[in-house]
């Protein structure tokens, strides 16, 4: 990292260790526009209503074991993941959400905070089909305190994620 980057990354709001990824993919830029805020922004509701934007606007970054193997998927902030579709969707046997350790330990972050890459360990993303309805998402920025405004289909391919339809439905 140059001087001019480490200045960047220690100026952001973000987490330290994202406002790096974010530099080591020529997306420095968006330090300026990673939003803090005094309260946490930990669940989907709570970041929408510090943004002002609609709940679904959140992209929640949740990590899954697929017969023990973390997977990340991304989700609209007002849909639930469908574990059975994400276990038909990656051929395996059972599908579980992750302990918090087991998150922080793959992601580097926190739950309320995990951002949709930048993770320590480059892990298998899944994006819902969802995230495409609207022109910008919002997602963590490393911390229960940050989120920053991407267009989703950047964002998707910034985490090398896999579009799929994932959404639980209601009736």
Same mark, same amino acid.
């Given at each position: 990292m140059t001087t001019s980057d480490a200045e960047n990354a220690s100026a952001s709001a973000a987490h330290p260790r994202f406002a790096a990824a974010l530099d080591a993919v020529g997306l420095g830029a968006l330090h300026g526009r990673i939003r803090r805020f005094p309260e946490a922004t930990r669940t989907a509701a709570e970041a929408a209503a510090a943004i002002g934007c609609e709940l679904s606007q959140i992209c929640k970054s949740l990590v899954f074991a697929a017969d023990g193997v973390p997977v990340l998927v991304l989700m609209d902030g007002a849909s639930r993941v469908d574990v059975e579709l994400v276990r038909q969707e990656l051929g395996v046997g059972k599908v579980t959400r992750s302990r918090a350790d087991v998150v922080r330990e793959r992601t580097g972050y926190a739950i309320g905070g995990v951002p949709p890459f930048g993770h320590v360990t480059r892990t298998?993303?899944?994006?819902?089909?969802?995230?495409?309805?609207?022109?910008? =998402?919002?997602?963590?920025? #490393?911390?229960?305190?940050? =989120?920053?405004?991407?267009?989703?289909?950047?964002?998707?391919?910034?985490? #090398? #994620?896999?579009?799929?339809d994932v959404r639980e439905r209601t009736a």
């Open positions: 298998r993303v899944l994006a819902d089909r969802s995230l495409l309805d609207h022109d910008v =998402v919002w997602a963590a920025a #490393g911390t229960p305190y940050t =989120v920053f405004p991407m267009a989703p289909e950047d964002l998707i391919a910034h985490a #090398g #994620g896999t579009l799929v």
